[in-house]
């Protein structure tokens, strides 16, 4: 008699530790269900957005920002899960990019990883540093810290002391984090000029080497070639009639050059008062190159600078349409001055196209036109 209520309470026991068991059978599959689920639910985000990680922030205390903004439900299953997988402690700091349908997995590898938003600053073929100055100073996520310095000492600090910053970057877009400065993207593209110009003067057709006795030299005639035309096939064109005139000892009499050398003061319009002023870049009456190059040079230009066309041609002079049409006589050139730019032909002056004049009466004090 006394077995029977000590039996019924021993399977009384034995069917509530089973149902228990299948209880926290039940618990912890809904658990690791939630865990696993967790990383790939989407985050509740309808537009692009950034998102700012600064030094110090916790996977732990991000989690319960994007809970209170109302991006992740219920945030401790991704404790769990960045726990489980030995993630709960460093991540980077810097700017992220989550879009509509991103998940907490991807975001936690990108906070992992460092996979920050880059932004971007672009350098134009053809722009002198003053304009290279006034991009990085408008960029809106750029850090300016060349503010304040003056030339010398902005090209001391990215490792160009004593050179004039004209021409001495390569142009091209360069991308950076937020909270980079300025400095950092000039020391990159220096250095990319740099290479672009080994590269270019390794392959130089040796028949320069009379005229161009080193890389610099290269670099200034590249960059009047640059300003000359943006048309891609004259380039090399144009490199062989500067340096048959650079052989023959004839002057350049490139525009862009003076137009360098006017600075400020020019407005636009090229006087024959200004060809006929010296200064060190008016190739009107310095013979050679001028002392810096002029404004930031493009691969092409090297290359053409380098690789020449070959020709005769010693003269060229603006269509009016943005390409030239070349000459190897004096007498011929002139003919195309009168045909090309003769009054009520001629274009608008701006600093970028060039606009031909004759100066002088012989082939070696002509002005080639443009």
Not at 226 to 241: D, F, H, M, W, Y
């Amino acid at each position: 008699m006394i077995a029977a209520p000590f039996t019924f309470l021993l399977r009384l026991l034995l069917w509530g530790t089973v149902a228990l068991a299948l209880v926290l059978a039940a618990a912890a599959i809904w658990l690791a269900e939630q865990i696993l689920a967790a990383p790939l639910e989407p985050l509740a985000i309808e537009t692009p957005l950034t998102l700012q990680v600064e030094a110090g922030t916790s996977a732990h205390s991000l989690l319960a920002r994007l809970e209170s903004e109302g991006r992740l439900d219920r945030a401790w299953r991704m404790r769990l899960w960045l726990r489980w997988r030995g993630q709960g402690g460093h991540i980077e700091q810097g700017e992220y990019l989550l879009l509509p349908g991103s998940t907490p997995l991807a975001l936690f590898e990108d906070l992992r990883t460092g996979r920050v938003v880059r932004h971007a600053l672009t350098l134009i073929e053809g722009w002198r540093f003053s304009q290279v100055r006034a991009a990085i100073a408008a960029h809106p996520v750029l850090v300016d810290d060349t503010a304040g310095l003056d030339e010398a000492a902005l090209m001391a600090a990215v490792g160009l002391a004593e050179l004039s910053p004209e021409g001495r970057f390569f142009p091209a877009t360069y991308d950076f984090k937020r909270g980079e400065g300025a400095l950092s993207v000039l020391r990159r593209a220096a250095a990319r000029l740099k290479a672009e110009l080994e590269q270019a003067w390794s392959a130089r057709d040796r028949s320069v080497d009379a005229v161009l006795p080193e890389p610099d030299a290269a670099l200034i005639l590249a960059s009047l070639i640059e300003k000359e035309t943006a048309a891609p096939a004259e380039r090399p064109l144009i490199a062989g009639v500067f340096l048959r005139r650079l052989a023959l000892g004839m002057r350049l009499q490139t525009d862009p050059s003076v137009i360098f050398g006017l600075g400020e003061a020019f407005d636009g319009d090229l006087k024959r008062s200004h060809l006929q002023t010296d200064g060190p870049y008016n190739t009107y009456t310095r013979a050679g190159l001028p002392p810096t190059p002029i404004a930031l040079v493009g691969r092409a230009a090297l290359e053409a600078a380098l690789r020449p066309a070959a020709g005769e041609a010693l003269y060229f002079v603006s269509r009016g349409d943005g390409t030239h049409v070349f000459s190897e006589s004096y007498d011929k050139h002139l003919e195309f001055v009168r045909r090309y730019q003769a009054p009520g032909r001629r274009q608008p002056r701006r600093q970028t196209t060039q606009v031909g004049r004759c100066m002088g009466q012989g082939p070696r004090s002509a002005r080639r036109g443009n």
